[in-house]
Every structure is written in structure tokens, then in C-alpha cells.
């Protein structure tokens, strides 16, 4: 069975600083999705990572996939506050097109 | 195009009550897929479907029912609505992964549900 674990849950960071959200998954996929979602409201679209080594790339958010290690990162540069939201990593089960989701990283930039 | 819409928004049910929850989209996706996301727990996959007339178990099934009698619409029943069942359902669609083309989840607003 997949199991997906993010890390850090709760982060708090102060403007203009970088930081690295942690995705670790148990069985071989490489397909790896990260979305963000805003209290309240429906999950957004950030990255999709379809190879070993993959990098994306978009404003002050990176995605990384290392299939061989099971890890992606997300690392967020120089935080501003419009980045406060919850961030989930979510991992393709090849053979029956299941998601499965991190519990999620609930991210706070603080002025 | 307004992607994926769900209906209703909102919902108070009594233990017991049925109740169905629609879903549609318009981006003539061949997947479609039902969540619910409770507190601390992420999303679970409630069930699925991979073309019109067909559906499959996800990781949380017990005490749904899913109908896909049309592909830009995936319905999600509650014959008999419990307190475990109060949660915020969210349906999602994506292209297949073998045309090619980028099989990213889209969600919807999502449908708060509240079981008395």
C-alpha cells in the first residue's frame, strides 16, 4: 500500500526567508503532484513531476523529484505572505490511477 | 469553461436522511474521481470512475454509492447519512494518462457536509 508523508505538518516562517517542504513516499511511482489549497477553498494545481529529476520551476516555488530516494521537495525562496496556504504532495498508484495524498503542510508567513 | 462544478455547496443532514451530490465538468475529461478531506487526514479517495458506465472502489468506499451514467458528470450517494460521514467532499476529473496529454487532477469547490 502507497503511504505518503509530508513533513514539516505546520510551518511557520518569517518573510524573505527559504524553506523546504519534505515529501516522502514507500512504493515505486514517478509521477509525483503538488497543490496548494487556500482555507476554505478547492485545491489548486502546482506542479506535476513526471521523471527522476525532474525540476519545476514557478515564481518562488521549486518541485524536485528523486524517484530512486522516493522524495520530492518543495522549496519556497525569499516567502512573501501571498504563499500562506496549505501544500499537499500527492502520488500516482500506477495500474489502478490512484492519487494518494500527504496529510499536507500547512505553511504561514509572518510579516 | 467552468472547469469542474459541484452541487450543492452546503448541506445539513439528519442521521439516517439520503442525499446525492453531483458533479460536472466540461473539459471532457475520461476520469473522475470523489474525495473527502477531513481535518489532519488529507484527502481520501472515496471512489472513482475511468470512463462513462463504470466505477471503482477507492480507499474510504463504505457507505457510498457512485453513479457515472454520462462522462462530464459523476454523482456520489449517501443512502443513509451518518456523523462519520460529515467531512468536505471534493470531485475531481483528469485526462487519461495514455493520450498524452497531462492527466493533472482539476478539483472542484467542493460540497460541506454536515451529518446530525
Known amino acids: 500500500e502507497l503511504k505518503v508523508e509530508q513533513n514539516p505538518l505546520f510551518l511557520s516562517m518569517q518573510e524573505g526567508k527559504n524553506y523546504t517542504i519534505y515529501c516522502n513516499y514507500s512504493t515505486t511511482s514517478d509521477r509525483l503532484y503538488w497543490y496548494r489549497q487556500d482555507p476554505g477553498k478547492s485545491l489548486e494545481s502546482l506542479f506535476v513531476?513526471?521523471?527522476?529529476?525532474a525540476v519545476k520551476q514557478e515564481g518562488r516555488l521549486m518541485a524536485s523529484l528523486d524517484t530512486k530516494a522516493r522524495l520530492s521537495t518543495l522549496h519556497i525562496t525569499a516567502a512573501v505572505h501571498d504563499l500562506s496556504a496549505t501544500y499537499f504532495c500527492?502520488?500516482?498508484?500506477?495500474?489502478?490511477?490512484?492519487?494518494?495524498f500527504g496529510t499536507g503542510t500547512r505553511l504561514t508567513i509572518i510579516p | 469553461n467552468a472547469g469542474v462544478t459541484q452541487t450543492p455547496k452546503f448541506r445539513v443532514l439528519k442521521t439516517g436522511q439520503s442525499m446525492t451530490l453531483l458533479c460536472a465538468q466540461d473539459m471532457n475529461h475520461e476520469y473522475m474521481y470523489w474525495y473527502r478531506q477531513d481535518p489532519g487526514m488529507g484527502l481520501r479517495l472515496i471512489h472513482y470512475s475511468v470512463g462513462e458506465g463504470t466505477t471503482a472502489k477507492g480507499e474510504v468506499p463504505d457507505g457510498y454509492n457512485v453513479s457515472r451514467l454520462k462522462k462530464q458528470n459523476f454523482l456520489l450517494g449517501l443512502e443513509s447519512a451518518a456523523p462519520s460521514q460529515t467531512s468536505v467532499y471534493f470531485c475531481?476529473?483528469?485526462?487519461?494518462?495514455?493520450?498524452?496529454?497531462?492527466?493533472?487532477?482539476?478539483f472542484g469547490p467542493g460540497t460541506r457536509l454536515t451529518v446530525l
Open positions: 513531476l513526471l521523471s527522476n529529476g
Open positions: 475531481a476529473s483528469s485526462y487519461s494518462r495514455d493520450r498524452g496529454r497531462t492527466d493533472t487532477q482539476y
Open positions: 500527492a502520488v500516482l498508484n500506477f495500474g489502478n490511477e490512484k492519487l494518494t
